[in-house]
Structure formats: C-alpha cells, structure tokens
C-alpha cells in the first residue's frame, strides 16, 4: 500500500477573521506573477517575484508557492475538540488519527478552532517556527493512501 507524507498544524485564532485567518494562505499575487513569467516574453525580471509567495509558503520553506490540491484546512469560531478537528482531515486510518492525537496531546492540545494538513513528501520542517498563523507545527505521518 503506498503512503503519503502530511504535515499537521493546529491552533487557536482567536483574534482574527476568516478572511484575516486565509490571509496567510493566499497565493494569488504570486501565481499571477509566475504566470506572467512563465508566459509574458517582454517580463522585466528573470524570475518571478518570491515576495509575492504567500506567507505559508515562506514559512515553510517553499521555493514557489504550495500545492493547493494537497492542502486541507479547517478554520471555525468555534473551539472544537483535538479528536474532532482531526476528523476533519482526509486521513482514514484510524492508527493515523491516534498518532495525531497523541502529538497534539504531547505538545498541550485538546482544543482547536484551526487544523491544517498539507500532503508533501518531500516536505522537510527541520525547524519549526513558533508560530503559523496561530498555529503550531504538529509533525509528520506517514498516512496510507
């Protein structure tokens, strides 16, 4: 059976929007301006512009912008408990489910009102920041595909 890398974050953002909150995930500016690298033979620059990334991607180290067909995010006003967020995550093993549990009880979690899941294997968060938009790094699982 092949496996897939996700990396977990959750959190508590409590002093934002939603729109605030998706802020942090934008990557318009970014993919308008790669395209017209990509496309645009009169582009002034020979790259497209990295400040344009979305703040996701520049805090966890990607060279252009993350894949939006990997990414599950789950934001509400709500707290909600640990167990439940994780339901909410495309993850259908339930061993997977219990080793996210664990690790967000390990580093103090039981409620959440944000949980984030980006599938990447070649995904490295060597060191994680403190913070991703109110959210902490939780680690990475290998969750059967």
């Known amino acids: 059976m092949a496996e897939q890398r996700i990396h977990i974050w959750a959190g508590m953002s409590q002093n934002k929007t939603e729109e605030q909150f998706y802020k942090y995930f934008d990557q318009s500016k970014f993919l308008k301006d790669n395209h017209n690298f990509n496309t645009d033979e009169a582009y002034s620059r020979d790259a497209p512009d990295f400040n344009l990334r979305s703040q996701f991607s520049k805090d966890i180290g990607m060279q252009y912008d993350y894949d939006a067909d990997w990414i599950t995010i ?72």
């Open 74 to 145: 789950y934001h509400g006003r709500k707290r909600i408990s640990i167990q439940a967020a994780i339901e909410e995550l495309p993850v259908w093993d339930d061993q997977i489910e219990v080793e996210i549990y664990q690790a967000c009880v390990n580093k103090g979690i039981s409620t959440v009102n944000c949980i984030l899941c980006y599938a990447d294997d070649e995904l490295s968060v060597d060191n994680p920041l403190e913070n991703y938009n109110d959210m902490i790094y939780i680690g990475s699982f290998n969750n059967p595909s």
